[in-house]
């Protein structure tokens, strides 16, 4: 169980360990917007006008990213292409093509609803396509898998918790996950809260609910 084991591990050293000032300072800027998706939407707007205006262009001939620190320069860099239709979103339910055979929650994903809606849209279309009848509760937060993979235990859980809470109430048969580093997250809840008498079987039993769209399409069987 070595994934187990040195997440335990990073968070006892982020528990001990002083970090510099500067990396506390980015992490803090982390933490605050990219779990949430309206925070995230309002910080791509200016992006999308650097992109599309032609300055990204500029400024990378310039070579004036070698001036900022190493960490914003590392995300200008990785930054993808900001879609025009920021602020579009995808219904709370939504009816199957065919007969229906499957009531599916989909996590709508933080990161994965402002810059690759696209691939919301394509999943949508496929489970649709498959005879599963979705829900996306638009009440649903972050998954908690930066704090995870950040070492925050608390804070994870407390993510961990909403989100249990929320596809609890939708009432669904299965979760379907279309971003590899939120469902490994999602299908290990019953570890991050195996201490919580409260939240522990809770959290086993929502995770054992959780799929990534693949294992869906597998496990359905063909339609007649």
């Given at each position: ?63 004036l ?8 320069s ?58 599963c ?36 109430a ?55």
């Amino acid at each position: 169980k070595y994934d187990k084991l040195i997440e335990d591990t990073r968070a006892q050293v982020e528990r001990n360990i002083p970090r510099a000032t500067s990396d506390v300072l980015f992490r803090k800027m982390l933490f605050a917007t990219f779990p949430y998706a309206n925070r995230l939407r309002l910080l791509a707007l200016p992006l999308l006008l650097y992109q599309r205006s032609g300055l990204q262009k500029l400024v990378r001939a310039s070579g004036l990213l070698r001036l900022i620190p190493k960490q914003l320069s590392a995300m200008e860099h990785l930054l993808p292409r900001v879609p025009a239709a920021l602020f579009r979103k995808l219904p709370a339910h939504i009816e199957p093509n065919a007969k229906a055979r499957l009531r599916v929650g989909m996590l709508a994903g933080c990161v994965q609803q402002v810059f690759f809606q696209h691939v919301n849209e394509a999943t949508v279309r496929v489970l649709r396509a498959e005879g599963c009848e979705i829900f996306i509760p638009p009440w649903q937060q972050y998954c908690g898998a930066l704090m995870v993979h950040s070492f925050l235990e608390d804070d994870a859980a407390n993510f961990a918790r909403r989100m249990i809470a929320t596809f609890e109430a939708a009432n669904v048969d299965v979760i379907v996950i279309n971003a590899a580093g939120c469902g490994s997250t999602m299908k290990e809840y019953g570890h991050l809260l195996r201490y919580d008498p409260a939240w522990a079987a809770r959290a086993v039993s929502f995770s054992a609910k959780c799929k990534d769209i693949s294992e869906i399409l597998c496990e359905l069987p063909p339609q007649s």
